[in-house]
């Protein structure tokens, strides 16, 4: 068995390597105004838990998703940064008691980005795939993904970051949501 230090380094490495580009991301969720915090957090715990069991099963499947099927998932942040862009050029917008965006649409944005995790933690979990090993990868994934989320969080709604960031993601975000889907597509070679 793996010695309990050695595997937490490699999958912290491995979790903070594959997930640089979701704090841009979560930066732009979090500070949406019509999002709720929490919707976030739950749509980021979904997807990463999906992510790591695609990867899991991938591992002992010998890749049964091929990943340009993960890259098709591009579409959900066009779709939402397309919805956002209309929202944005409407004169009479209503004040929306409900988010626009559930946490199965930051979900689906978080597997949509998660190309880079599932090619990152399928070899992890293939070099390390004892019950034990895989478990404690598992845990420390999920760990992580509320650290990352945390961290954000709490980034954004620093006083001075946050009036800054709040403008500029009203306007920014529905460009780089659709930036994001065209980039996952190009990636995974779908377009």
């Not at 090993?133 to 994934?141: A, D, P, S």
Request: proline share 3%.
């Amino acid at each position: 068995m793996t010695e309990f230090s050695t595997l937490l380094g490699i999958g912290t490495s491995a979790f903070l390597a594959s997930n640089i580009d979701d704090t841009f991301m979560l930066i732009i969720l979090f500070s949406t105004p019509n999002l709720l915090a929490h919707n976030v957090t739950i749509g980021q715990f979904l997807g990463m838990m999906l992510l790591v069991a695609v990867s899991a099963s991938a591992a002992l499947l010998i890749l049964v998703v091929p990943l340009f099927v993960i890259g098709l998932m591009g579409f959900i942040p066009i779709g939402l940064g397309i919805k956002r862009l209309i929202e944005h050029q409407q004169t009479n917008k209503q004040n929306k008691k409900l988010d626009h965006l559930s946490f199965l649409s930051v979900a689906g944005i978080t597997v949509a980005n998660g190309g880079d995790d599932i090619g990152v933690f399928t070899p992890l979990f293939a070099m390390y795939n004892t019950n034990t090993e895989v478990t404690m990868l598992v845990i420390l994934f999920m760990f992580l993904t509320g650290v990352w989320c945390m961290l954000t969080y709490y980034f954004i709604k620093h006083p001075l970051i946050a009036s800054r960031i709040r403008h500029a993601s009203q306007i920014m975000s529905p460009f780089i949501l659709i930036g994001l889907g065209v980039y996952i597509l190009m990636d995974s070679f779908a377009i």
